[in-house]
């Protein structure tokens, strides 16, 4: 089991050149992207910038804005944004702070990774005897065992 400690206590300075008042915290990294936790302290800024990847910058908590291009707009929790790669994209705040995971993914597709999932699909057929499509499958019916039926916990029988 690995365990990624992040947030208060882990983070450190974070962001490109020009970047106010925003701390951070990798939890991933590798060749297939980037993993990150990002707070927003008040007034804080992630100035326009462009990134070779395609990113998702998802927002837990507090709340604040995005850009992408000329487009701005407020977002709240709940909501990702995607940064397309290439793209001028940027963040900030007003009088709140804003948590976010930011997520980095290689390149602006996945053209270089394409044929590997499938790849691994086809030898568990036997060879290669078709392709799986998308969503094919389903998870086997689980039966309910009388002993593990808990009366007391309000969950229906």
């Known amino acids: 089991m690995d365990i990624r400690r992040f947030g208060p206590g882990h983070r450190r300075p974070e962001g490109p ?3 106010v008042n925003v701390t951070g915290q990798a939890i991933h990294s ?11 302290g008040r007034r804080a800024l992630i100035p326009p910038h ?6 998702w910058f998802i927002v837990i908590s507090g709340g604040g804005f995005v850009q ?3 487009e701005r707009t407020r977002v709240s929790p709940g909501e990702a944004i995607l940064w397309p790669a290439e793209g001028f994209h940027g963040a900030y705040t007003e009088e709140t702070e804003m948590r976010a995971i930011v997520v980095e993914l290689t390149g602006p597709d996945d053209a270089w990774a394409r044929g590997i999932l ?13 392709l799986l499509e998308k969503g ?12 593990d039926y808990d009366p007391s916990s309000g969950e229906p029988w």
Request: hydrophobic fraction near 30%.
């Open 30 to 40: 590798d060749a297939r992207g980037h993993i990150s936790e990002l707070l927003l």
């Open 50 to 55: 462009t990134n070779p990847n395609t990113t």
């Open 136 to 147: 094919e499958g389903q998870l086997a019916e689980r039966l309910p065992n009388p002993k």
């Open 17 to 19: 050149a020009g970047t």
């Open 68 to 70: 992408v291009g000329d």
């Open 118 to 130: 499938e790849g691994q699909a086809r030898r568990a057929l036997g060879g290669g005897a078709r």
